[in-house]
């Protein structure tokens, strides 16, 4: 059964810096392009970044563009997401899925709060 795991998000003053990690499981991770997305309230879930199999970034959403990183280990199916000089507009909830067609499934997302 394919699964998604997303965690490291949390609350975290305005200029501060998370790391958020997804676990894959059930998928064959290591040929597809996977990203992070996030749903901020009131809003449709937006791609915010996306990296391709052999580990090279290819989206960053303008909004985030200089301030976060997309990564990835096909040795453990994962992909992280550091976060740096967040914003209060960052406040969302984060997903991890396929980058370019998200699955039809998601996983439980994690919360990340900027605010002072």
């Known amino acids: 059964q394919a699964q998604l795991v997303e965690s490291g998000g949390g609350l975290v003053q305005p200029g501060g810096s998370l790391r958020l990690s997804c676990t894959t499981s059930?998928?064959?991770?290591?040929?597809?392009?996977m990203g992070w997305y996030r749903q901020a309230p009131g809003k449709q879930r937006e791609l915010v970044a996306a990296?391709?199999?052999?580990?090279?970034?290819?989206y960053v959403a303008d909004s985030v563009e200089g301030r976060f990183t997309i990564s990835r280990d096909n040795n453990k199916n994962t992909v992280s997401l550091q976060m740096n000089s967040l914003k209060p507009e960052d406040t969302a909830v984060y997903y991890c899925?396929?980058?370019?067609?998200?699955?039809?499934?998601w996983g439980q997302g994690t919360q990340v709060t900027v605010s002072s």
């Open positions: 899925n396929r980058g370019n067609v998200p699955f039809t499934f």
């Open positions: 059930g998928i064959v991770f290591s040929i597809l392009t």
């Open positions: 990296v391709t199999p052999t580990g090279s970034t290819n």
